[in-house]
Structures are given as structure tokens and as C-alpha cells.
């Protein structure tokens, strides 16, 4: 089924008003980890009392320790903001960006 622009704009906006409503978005300055290890990855959730739920990272770049400590947790799921599509949105529980995410979603969303 193909959309157009502005339905698939409009789905995005919605469904980050939800999120936002919902409490369910959180900023973070930046995911970092001096080695790939799974534990690392696993403290920092948490710290942010994230532990046991479903999660998706919108990230400016995805760094590559990150990427190897998180790629075998099963409710987490690292994405590119740019490559974000509603069903990514919706389909978590809490949404993480980093803050050159947040301007990059928010420039996306302008330009569409």
C-alpha cells in the first residue's frame, strides 16, 4: 500500500504525540560504552529503570560498542533516526533518543 507524504508525516507526528502523552520518551545526551559488553548495556537500562521493558534507541549514529552490547538483548532495538517509521514508534514501550536525534527527528518531520 503506498501513502503519500504528508499521511505518512502526519502518522509520525501522531504517534510521537502519543509517545510524549504517554510519558513514554526519553532524551538522553549519548550512548556511549568503553567496551561492547552486554553487562555495560544492561546497567545503564538500569539506571534508567528500563530494564524489563521494550525498547527502541532512535540514534544520530550508532556506535559500534553499543551496537555489539545490545544486539543479543531481545526487547531492544537500535535505529537510525533518520530510517524511524511509525511502526518503529509504536511497536515499544519507551522511546530513547539521543539529543542529535531529537533535532534530526524534529528536521525530518519539517522537511516531509
Same mark, same amino acid.
Given at each position: ?7 505518512? $508525516? ?5 504517534a %510521537?504525540?502519543? #509517545?510524549? %502523552? ?6 538522553? @545526551?549519548?550512548?556511549?560504552?568503553? @567496551?561492547?559488553? +552486554?553487562?555495560?548495556?544492561? &546497567?545503564?537500562? #538500569? ?6 521493558? =521494550?525498547? +527502541?534507541?532512535?540514534?544520530? &549514529?550508532? &556506535?559500534?560498542?553499543?551496537? /555489539? ?9 537500535? /535505529?537510525?533516526?533518520? $530510517?524511524?517509521? +511509525?511502526?518503529d514508534?509504536? &511497536?515499544? @514501550?519507551?522511546?530513547? /533518543?539521543?539529543? #542529535?536525534?531529537? !533535532?534530526?527527528?524534529?528536521?525530518? /518531520? =519539517? !522537511?516531509?
Open positions: 500500500m503506498k501513502l503519500n507524504k504528508k499521511v505518512k $508525516q502526519l502518522a509520525r507526528k501522531s %510521537l504525540s502519543y #509517545k510524549l %502523552l504517554q510519558d513514554r520518551i526519553r532524551v538522553i @545526551e549519548a550512548l556511549t560504552l568503553e @567496551e561492547p559488553k +552486554t553487562r555495560l548495556f544492561l &546497567d545503564f537500562l #538500569k539506571k534508567m529503570n528500563l530494564e524489563n521493558e =521494550k525498547i +527502541t534507541f532512535l540514534l544520530h &549514529d550508532i &556506535d559500534e560498542n553499543v551496537y /555489539l552490547a545490545a544486539r543479543n538483548l531481545p526487547n531492544v532495538y537500535l /535505529l537510525p533516526a533518520a $530510517q524511524a517509521s +511509525t511502526y514508534i509504536m &511497536d515499544c @514501550e519507551y522511546l530513547l /533518543l539521543d539529543e #542529535k536525534a531529537v !533535532s534530526l527527528v524534529n528536521e525530518m /518531520l =519539517k !522537511s516531509e
